[in-house]
């Protein structure tokens, strides 16, 4: 199990809803608690049509990167928390501009062991 912070961008495989499968992604950790458990936001390869999100470019990172051909967006209106041992890897960690934008745009903090959008989803 390793130690995140807010502003990392990590692999994990999330489910954006219900009906789909889990997919490994990347993910903006938003928020980290002292159980194990961090708050994340997906990034997406396409922009969602009835959802916030905003736009990920390799301007946006301090350091490490993703492998963007084009833009990704990152899913702010979907909040999820993650158990940290669910990470596959860390890709690197966003600036403070872009992430304090992040911050702005998602909803106030989740109830420990609940996501923004419902019961906690324990990925494996």
Partial sequence: MGQYAVGDVLLAAVALDDRTPPKTRPVIVIGTGTSGLIRICPVSSKPPSDAPCLPLSIDDFATGGLDLFSESYIMTSRVLTLRTGAVIGKKGRLNGE????????VPGPAVPGRSANGPLRKFR
């Fill in 98 to 105: 872009a992430l304090a934008e992040i911050l702005a745009r």
